[in-house]
Nanobody, 119 residues
Framework: QVQLVESGGGLVQPGGSLRLSCAAS????????MDWYRQAPGKQRELVAAISSGGSRNYADSVKGRFTISRDNAKSTVTLQMNSLKPEDTAVYYC?????????????WGQGTQVTVSS
């Protein structure tokens, strides 16, 4: 079991930056794949960025070149650096931890943090 707490959301103007953080309750998250998802009003939740336990990164096409995901296993944190923000980035952002056990996957979610990009 792992609990996740996101922080760092807020209101920012187009072109601005925000840094989201996700703190995990476990002393080490090294075995977990860590992701950031977002959900805009009236839309499905979508994967924004992912970082594997080995450090491999993947991004949604819509955020490539603007967002960077990183992890600090020693501090049990995952961050999402968001630059050049656009109004369409407005959403609730969720931290997700995945633990793969054989053919099973265990998912853990944070409560979400609101990001609003508006002038």
């Amino acid at each position: 079991q792992v609990q996740l707490v996101e922080s760092g959301g807020g209101l920012v103007q187009p072109g601005g930056s925000l840094r989201l953080s996700c703190a995990a309750s476990r002393s080490s998250i090294s075995i977990y794949a860590m992701d950031w998802y977002r959900q805009a009003p009236g839309k499905q939740r979508e994967l924004v960025a992912a970082i594997s336990s080995g450090g491999s990164r993947n991004y949604a096409d819509s955020v490539k070149g603007r967002f960077t995901i990183s992890r600090d296993n020693a501090k049990s944190t995952v961050t999402l650096q968001m630059n050049s923000l656009k109004p369409e980035d407005t959403a609730v952002y969720y931290c997700n931890a995945k633990l793969y056990i054989g053919a099973d996957t265990r998912d853990y979610w944070g409560q979400g943090t609101q990001v609003t990009v508006s002038s």
